[in-house]
């Protein structure tokens, strides 16, 4: 229950939820008499080890992880929004707080970063915010079977997989908070009932906190088939089978003494960010009224059971609003100071100053925002953080800000005391209008939607300012300098092709079918080795790359095929090359009986003996 709550829906969408909502007003009494559950099935699923696929800094202090989870089989995104004091305090761990989305979770990016203003808003707070990505209809819950060919197993990797990973690798505390709005408020209540000691706070933004009162479990479904087509039997089975109330706040109130509590909901009817129908009370966003309605009556049934179990908790009935982001976005901040206390974190940010020469420069770039460290040092500097990015100085350098994608390239990078070293111009407009780009000591960041932020230094900075940069024949780098495994050297990964290097051979690029080619046959590794030339233009369109051992042509007709030095080499060269009687090649060597053989558009080389013969 998600993104774009305030479109026109259909009308039988509308009428359903409307009308269970009704079911439950009229049936609210009996919802509060449910049977209490005997005996919850314990969530004792053994733990795999998650591991990090993939890792992209989208910011100096937001990362994006793809981890593999075991019992999910699948990469998960999970983003990062890390604390306040992560530079400055390099060896500090944090506590988390777990925000969890929406029934309409998207699979790229969470509603707390795209419809609220989470990144901003945590900035200044001294906590790892951890943003589960994708989970449509999941209710964050391990399922019962596969359904639209996903196996969600959320509980497991929330509450088992992913905690070791953020303690070891991410500078992250066992204690934990859970925030969540709609679906993730419901989840963010069973699963810190469910899993005692991992969650010190929870907090319902408008969420359904009764999973079995009357007409809740027909809501449910509904809800889930209109929000992917998901089928909540697959979930959690029938209605009368035991997982639903496993899984109903409700029912599992009493596993949540000891826990900071809070729960939020509005009325429905037409608040200050609706946009009002002309019916007294009545908004544009009917879907989200009915569903804010049936959020207030399962939090009211939830809240009186925790008063009965004198369990405390801080409860906020808004009197007006619909099911929409702009109210838990308002949930968000206004529950940070009990959520700040539970985890154990300062509730606002440390006075800082700014002054110097980076006080100059953040004067001057007023879309950096406020402070939140003070300076500190780094390798051959010193730093200071602000709220949209971080300011650096060195006598040797000056004084300049890095931020945004190019940002989180630096820190991909090792930041002042990586490759780049400290930054030595400022962010740009790259000249084709497309790109952005900012001059370290040693190298410089590029960026593009496309290709996202990446450093290129040295000899392939060189090689590939010889082909005119972003505007010459290999456009953008795709990725990072990487070391070749195993010899000595380096690839660089671009739109159109990639970069070799060794200390041998120097920096040359290998493009099109003749990286495909060069990739087929192992790159470095295969007898060809490093490239000794860039790509080379020949004949009818033909192109041409030498390498170590050998070299590699194409052409549209022939396609691409490698000749090796030597014999078969020279009686080539002997007859002109592509230019001679044989023309392009049109497969590699080959065995026959008593030699080898390599054929040509016109004709082919033979090796017998020794000798090589042009035919």
Known sequence: MRRGQGRRIRGSRTLRLLTAAVVLALTAGTAAAAPALAAPTPHTQAPGVATVQRMDWLT???????????????????????????????????????????????????????????????????????????????????????????????????????????????????????????????????????????????????????????????????????????????????????????????????????????????????????????????????????????????????????????????????????????????????????????????????????????????????????????????PGGIAQDFRSGRVFYSPVTGTYPVAGRIGGGYVAAGGPGGALGMPAGFELAAPDGKGRFQVFEHGISYWTPETGAHAVRGAVLEEWGRQGHERGALGYPTGDERKTPNKDGASQGFQIGTVFYSPATGAHSVQGLILGKYGQMGFEDSWLGFPTTSEASLKDFGKFNQFENGNLYWSPLSGAWAVHNGPFFDAYRSVGFENGKLGFPTSDEFDIPGGKQQNFQFGNITLIGGKADVR
């Not at 999941?138 to 969600?152: A, M, P, Q, R």
């Not at 953020?166 to 066992?174: G, P, S």
């Not at 899993?195 to 479904?221: E, H, V, W």
């Not at 960010?273 to 002309?278: L, N």
Request: net charge negative; hydrophobic share 40%; glycine share 10%.
């Open 60 to 378: 100096d202090r937001r990362v994006a992880l793809w981890i593999v989870s075991p019992s999910m089989s699948a990469p998960i995104q999970v983003q990062l929004l890390l604390a306040r004091d992560w530079n400055t305090k390099p060896d500090a761990k944090f506590p988390a707080l777990f925000l969890l989305d929406g029934l309409r979770a998207q699979e790229n990016e969470s509603g707390w970063t795209h419809d609220a203003g989470a990144e901003a808003f945590f900035a200044e707070k001294n906590v790892n915010v951890i943003l589960p990505i994708g989970g449509q209809s999941s209710f964050y819950s391990d399922w019962l079977t596969k359904d639209n060919g996903v196996n969600y197993q959320w509980e497991t990797f929330l509450t088992k997989e992913l905690p070791p990973l953020l303690e070891t690798q991410w500078r992250t505390t066992n204690v934990r908070g859970l925030a969540g709005l709609s679906m993730g408020g419901t989840s963010a209540m069973f699963l810190a009932a469910r899993n005692p000691g991992f969650a010190r706070y929870a907090a319902s933004y408008s969420g359904f906190l009764s999973t079995t009162s009357i007409g809740m479990p027909q809501a449910i479904s509904f809800a889930m088939g209109d929000a992917g087509g998901f089928d909540s039997e697959a979930m959690w089975g029938l209605p009368t089978n035991p997982a639903w109330a496993e899984h109903d706040p409700y029912l599992l109130a009493d596993k949540l003494k000891n826990i900071s509590l809070y729960v939020s909901s509005g009325s429905g009817m037409t608040g200050p960010y609706d946009q009002a129908m002309g019916i007294p009370g009545v908004s544009t966003n009917v879907a989200g009224m009915g569903l804010e309605i049936l959020s207030r009556l399962t939090s009211q049934t939830f809240a009186t059971k925790l008063n009965k179990l004198a369990i405390p908790a801080q409860i906020n009935y808004r009197p007006s609003g619909t099911h929409s982001w702009p109210y838990w976005d308002f949930e968000m901040r206004q529950s940070w100071p009990q959520a700040a206390t539970a985890i154990g974190t300062q509730i606002e940010k440390p006075l800082c100053g700014v002054g110097g020469a980076i006080g100059g420069t953040a004067a001057a770039n007023q879309w950096l925002g406020d402070c939140l460290t003070g300076e500190y040092q780094i």
